[in-house]
């Protein structure tokens, strides 16, 4: 009898599929827990980081030998972003409401006994820049004179009181604060690819430009070096790739100190001034380095596991630097680096919701030729021993942005799908950021139809890998991602079975027309002008081709979303409906850009999973 039952126990196992794992709900993976956006308290006792265990993004410490973690807001929106000052155990917390992204600054006591509004003008959108090096005041910028335009402030934080330093019709960030606090590294935006930079005496009032220059540029403020007198920073003027410079603050020469063929994502230079931290960008995976500012020399590393890592600043005595590591089977969590003896230490260790971390897989980096012979890329995650007889549907999820890049992260989305049988592939096609400036020019205004054909070869070549059923191909991207989604059902109406579109652009001419104010020039220099493109923005927009559209739709959207307002929604909804089309909708009164509530977000994947599986299954 024994034997028997061993054997029918071994002719089930085989009978299984050879992709078959262990399986969990979709609540499961959307409650896997984070430890993101790390740093060090000022004696580098402790880490703040932002985390969703309570539904929404707040502001959590933990002692940085290891601990339990205290939470220390309690906000009913999440939180943006949250810095420590450099000398008092206070820091600065920016939130919003709901998703509208008017963001106002609270300064929230270390010990978590006291939560000062800062700002409190729901009208305004405030950016925050950073706190003078002594702590006594923060620097940023906001649209409170007119939301067409953000000027530039400084406030003493403690009277309350806001000083206006920066006043210029233009799009204004606060960017780095010198020593003595007399002079502040401001830009001014003409688009997402071109900046140009300006000293200001924050005493009078004066500016002038630092960075005169022709084409695009954009410069990425590392800080002042050299006892104020330069500053580092990371820039593409004049080249392809965003390399290591240093300005001469007097005189703006700009001189580059590094030359390479991919570009840095991002740096920052210790208090001390005696060590510089570099992330470069290679495909999408985040190096590290740490380097002597003056002399370049490079210092020892650890090893650091294989996927994204960002910086979360150094210590005041510039000994300690924290860092969010994430991996493609790892959620981000908080890490030290001691730069005396090189140890790396694991501080956080979020929850994966009782999910085997056995069962999540890694990407395959993927790189083919579109129709023009131009390289594109992209990530591709197929499930375990996936068959080889062309039966998996596939998802494609397409990136924001469009200036933007798909990296290998974590995402309890795609491993949900992975687990359930499902193929994703995450493209990087053209004008997507991370492979040089002219790549991310190559889809602006009327060469956006090739980043359209990028992703009908990519669909192509995933429908001819052996694993894949060419005709279970679905669609899937937010915002410039839902734009591809809808813009692929009507210009290539034979390509996806199916697509997802959240809070993606309908129609570019009503899209720029009703974003928020301040992002509209921003926008006319990425998509086109409404007066002097308006053939091809007619000719390129989904809404005005809906009855094209074949495959069935869904698509979801956040009423306070002030970049795709959800007038584009409900007038692409509207457009397939009276052509007779089958589309469902999602709508959620309390979110903006993005579904940030977990209660939201189950519904809304729960929504997409359901569509989905309906229609690919």
Same mark, same amino acid.
């Given at each position: ?51 969703? &265990? ?20 309690? !906000? ?16 600065? &917390? ?21 939560? &000062? ?28 004179? %007119? ?32 020593? %003595? ?178 069962? !999540? ?9 579109? !129709? ?37 992260? !974590? ?148 009423? %306070? ?38 209660? %939201? ?7 997409? &999973? ?8």
């Amino acid at each position: 009898m024994r034997t028997k039952r061993w054997m029918i126990a071994l002719l089930l196992l085989f009978a299984l599929p050879a992709h078959a794992q262990k399986q969990y709900p979709l609540r499961q993976y959307l409650s896997i827990r984070s430890a993101s956006a790390p740093n060090l308290s000022p004696d580098g006792k402790q880490v703040s980081f932002l985390s969703s &265990v309570t539904g929404t993004l707040q502001v959590w410490k933990v002692p940085a030998t290891g601990g339990w973690a205290e939470q220390l807001t309690f !906000f009913g929106s999440g939180v943006a972003s949250t810095l420590w000052s450099p000398v008092n155990n206070e820091m600065l &917390v920016v939130a919003d409401t709901d998703g509208n992204e008017q963001f106002q600054f609270f300064l929230v006591a270390g010990n978590a006994t006291s939560i &000062v509004p800062l700002t409190n003008d729901p009208k305004t959108r405030h950016t925050f820049g950073g706190w003078s090096k002594d702590g006594k005041q923060i620097f940023y910028s906001c649209n409170k004179r %007119n939301p067409h335009y953000f000027d530039c402030y400084v406030m003493d934080i403690e009277t309350r009181q806001a000083r206006l330093v920066f006043q210029k019709d233009a799009i204004l960030d606060s960017h780095a604060l010198s020593s %003595n606090g007399r002079t502040l590294i401001a830009s001014s935006a003409t688009s997402n690819v071109n900046q140009d930079l300006y000293v200001v005496d924050t005493a009078t009032g004066q500016s002038r430009i630092l960075t005169p220059h022709t084409g695009d540029a954009v410069y990425n403020i590392i800080g002042f070096t050299d006892e104020d007198r330069s500053l580092l920073l990371v820039t593409d003027q004049d080249r392809d790739f965003q390399n290591l410079a240093k300005v001469d603050v007097a005189t703006g020469k700009l001189t580059f100190l590094k030359d390479d063929n991919h570009d840095l994502l991002g740096g920052e230079i210790s208090h001390d001034g005696r060590t510089l931290a570099l992330l470069t960008n290679r495909d999408g995976y985040g190096e590290l380095s740490l380097l002597d500012p003056n002399t370049l020399r490079s210092k020892r590393l650890p090893a650091l596991p294989k996927g994204s890592i960002g910086l979360g600043g150094f210590t005041t005595d510039g000994k300690t630097l924290a860092l969010g590591v994430n991996t493609p089977t790892k959620q981000t969590d908080a890490w030290t680096l001691d730069l005396r003896s090189g140890k790396l230490k694991q501080v956080t260790f979020s929850s994966l919701a009782g999910i085997d971390a056995e069962t !999540f897989v890694e990407p395959a980096l993927v790189k083919i030729k579109s !129709f023009d012979g131009q390289e594109i890329s992209g990530f591709l995650y197929l499930p375990k021993n996936a068959p080889q007889d062309h039966s998996l549907p596939l998802i494609m999820a397409v990136h924001g942005g469009p200036e933007a890049q798909e990296r290998p992260l !974590f995402t309890s989305l795609y491993q949900y799908f992975v687990s359930r049988g499902f193929a994703v592939l995450a493209p990087n096609i053209r004008g997507s950021s991370g492979y040089g400036k002219r790549y991310l020019a190559l889809d602006n205004a009327s060469k956006r139809w090739d980043a359209l054909k990028d992703i009908d070869v990519m669909a192509k070549w995933a429908g001819a890998q052996p694993a894949i059923n060419p005709k279970k191909l679905a669609i899937f991207g937010g915002s410039y991602g839902g734009f591809a989604v809808l813009a692929m059902l009507v210009h290539y109406p034979d390509t996806f079975s199916a697509g997802v579109d959240m809070f993606g652009i309908a129609d570019f001419k009503s899209f720029l027309a009703n974003t928020a104010p301040f992002r509209r020039p921003l926008r006319i220099a990425e998509y086109g002008d409404p007066v002097k493109d308006s053939e091809f923005l007619d000719a390129i927009s989904p809404a005005r081709h809906a009855e094209n559209i074949k495959a069935p739709l869904l698509v979801i959207q956040g009423v %306070n979303d002030p970049r795709v307002p959800e007038s584009e929604s409900a007038l692409i909804v509207k457009k397939v409906k009276d052509k007779g089309g089958a589309v469902e909708y999602l709508l959620f009164p309390d979110e903006g850009h993005g579904i940030a509530k977990l209660p %939201n977000r189950i519904k809304a994947y729960e929504g997409v &999973v359901a569509f989905l599986t309906r229609y690919l299954k």
